[in-house]
């Protein structure tokens, strides 16, 4: 399919939902971020990513990585590609400009990462990565290492990882092996072995910087023993030239069921010399910096499947002949109608519809929070903080989960031609699927949500959120005209803290009611939290069609879609609660000899 960036539903939500530029006359260091540079980006961004991107998106996936004694070769095109990336200045959007940064708000930079990932969700793990890196960097690296790496990091001539996950202990941080011992010169000897290491080697940068966590010597035990640590491939001279190569191999690619032209290395520090960043064993502690940014660029490829889905799906839905409409033909001058007219057809693309809409709605909601937290102050920054904590699981699960329903719808609208690779549709299957595993996986990410950031808050965290909620509901109560949105929400937003409160009750019967309960409270979660800005855009919709306007199908298209996700997709949601209630005992009462086949 040939993608095409959809830059006016962007600039609905920035410039109509959101009102982004608002939000950074808040923000003294983004005031001069008005509606038109916002717009120069997006209309930057979509014509490199669909004159250059998206051509290599296929041919990338057919050619994948290459693999040679520790040398990796990415496929043609994306070493030229990222050298334009870069010329662009997409690398340096959003970075420090003292250390050659454009200083743009971290949530301008989220929109130009939704256009190129959709185009070529393989091409962006590559300077996502490093923009992960430079956070942390800015955040918590020594001036003297700020200074040796980030200029070079920002300007895309070197690149960044995050070497986190061993085989052993995969998402359980706390097990890790990987060792740091003090050198005499005050650096630190890394060995040990990382595997899923995204562009942990390839062929684009003179040198890479991973990001390791490690043990020093004594630490303790569990997460409160690990350290944090600056590795650079290629080890750094005094004057900042590239010196000799650092003890850091790549060990193997591994063979992937999607995102094959993005390398996923097997990495081994065999005493590679490397520095510590922050305070020692409190390592965890500043990769959350990391690994947040990498969370909301997560719930971005959820958001791209969705988008993508559609757009393929939408095109194909036009064209293909199929049958004739049960309420009379809508085609004539043809031997059939298109299958659109077909109202499962319609159901599949409305929910992929939904689902890319909302989910930008979504993202794009959160990343303001990411701007405040880096550069507000005060309530306002902490606000902002508890909302981030609230929101991040939400959305990287949530959204990663519906992106991949949707990418599967994309696959169905297409028939049989969906499972051919040529039309793009099960390429996009293939690399979702990651999307609901890395950076935390679904059931991660709900343990993470309903566990540690609503019921460990005692309810105040989503306390903040829910009250946001109601107060947008009493402000539409009395207009009619919105009571198909405003009265659903209204209810599920007031069952959405008594199922909470509920959870908490069974959890003093049963330590698993958490576990047992945490996906569904997440889809339940999500749900709502989708349908409130779902309800937000139909107000924006309505409000500009009462006003007159040029765009009477854009926004009647905008209303009718958040009627679909109400009568459609939240009914969704009594069936999680159905769920919820029927406690742990279904899944713990089976011992585990009887789990036999």
Not at 58 to 74: A, K, L, M, P, S
Not at 133 to 139: G, K, P, Q, V
Not at 256 to 284: Q, W, Y
Not at 530 to 555: I, P, S
Request: aromatic share 10%; glycine share 8%.
């Amino acid at each position: 399919m040939q993608y095409k960036a959809p830059i006016r539903d962007i600039q609905f939500v920035m410039h109509d939902l959101l009102n982004s530029v608002e939000h950074y006359q808040t923000l003294p260091v983004y005031q001069d971020v008005e509606a038109d540079v916002i717009n120069s980006y997006i209309e930057a961004a979509a014509s490199f990513a669909e004159n250059e991107l998206a051509p290599l998106n296929r041919t990338g996936d057919i050619e994948g990585c290459q693999f040679n004694d520790g040398v990796v070769t990415t496929p043609k095109g994306f070493k030229e590609a990222y050298k334009q990336y870069c010329e662009l200045g997409f690398v340096s959007l959003a970075a420090d400009e003292e250390f050659g940064g454009q200083g743009m708000p971290f949530s301008l930079s989220t929109v130009t990462n939704e256009i190129m990932g959709t185009a070529n969700w393989s091409f962006s793990m590559y300077p996502g990565l490093s923009h992960g890196a430079i956070a942390t960097l800015e955040h918590h690296g020594s001036d003297a290492q700020k200074e040796i790496y980030l200029e070079k990091m920002v300007t895309g001539e070197w690149s960044g990882t995050m070497c986190l996950t061993e085989a052993h202990a995969g998402s359980d941080l706390g097990l890790i092996r990987t060792k740091a011992e003090p050198s005499d010169d005050g650096s630190y000897r890394i060995t040990g072995q990382k595997i899923f290491i995204s562009a942990g080697e390839h062929d684009m940068t003179d040198n890479i910087i991973h990001i390791v966590l490690a043990r020093l010597p004594n630490a303790p035990a569990g997460t409160k023993g690990i350290s944090l640590f600056i590795v650079p491939k290629v080890n750094i001279n005094a004057e900042g030239s590239l010196g000799d190569r650092n003890q850091v191999t790549c060990g193997a690619i591994e063979h992937k069921m999607g995102i094959k032209a993005s390398a996923t290395c097997v990495m081994n520090f065999d005493g590679a010399k490397g520095f510590l960043i922050g305070p020692e064993n409190r390592g965890l502690n500043c990769m959350f910096t990391f690994m947040n940014v990498a969370r909301i660029g997560t719930a971005v490829q959820g958001l791209t499947a969705a988008e993508y889905a559609f757009q393929g799906s939408l095109t194909y839905a036009k064209d293909r002949l199929a049958m004739r409409s049960l309420s009379g033909v809508k085609a004539p001058d043809k031997v059939a109608d298109p299958i659109i007219v077909h109202p499962a057809v319609r159901n599949m693309l409305l929910t992929s519809k939904a689902f890319a809409e909302g989910g930008r709605a979504l993202v794009y909601y959160l990343s303001l929070f990411a701007d405040t937290v880096d550069k507000g102050e005060g309530d306002a920054q902490k606000l902002a903080d508890q909302m981030l904590s609230l929101l991040t699981p939400i959305a990287k699960a949530f959204l990663t989960e519906t992106g991949y329903e949707a990418a599967n719808h994309g696959v169905q609208v297409y028939g049989g031609h969906g499972y051919i690779s040529e039309w793009g549709m099960e390429q996009n299957v293939r690399d979702t699927r990651i999307a609901c595993l890395y950076e935390g996986t679904t059931e991660i990410q709900a343990l993470d949500l309903l566990g540690r950031k609503v019921l460990g808050s005692q309810g105040k965290m989503l306390a903040i959120f829910t009250k946001e909620i109601h107060t947008f509901c009493k402000q539409h109560a009395d207009d009619d005209s919105l009571g198909e949105f405003i009265r659903p929400l209204t209810k599920l937003n007031s069952e959405w803290a008594d199922v909470t409160a509920r959870i908490g009750m069974q959890a003093t019967q049963d330590p698993d009611a958490v576990g047992a309960a945490a996906v569904d409270y997440m889809y339940f979660s999500g749900y709502i939290t989708l349908a409130y800005l779902w309800a937000k855009m139909a107000v924006v919709a309505k409000e500009k069609l009462a006003a007159g306007t040029t765009e009477d199908d854009f926004y009647e298209a905008k209303v009718k879609t958040a009627q679909f996700y109400f009568s459609k997709l939240l009914p969704r949601t009594r069936t999680y609660l159905a769920r919820i209630d029927s406690g742990a005992a279904p899944y713990m009462s089976m011992s585990v000899d009887q789990f036999a086949f």
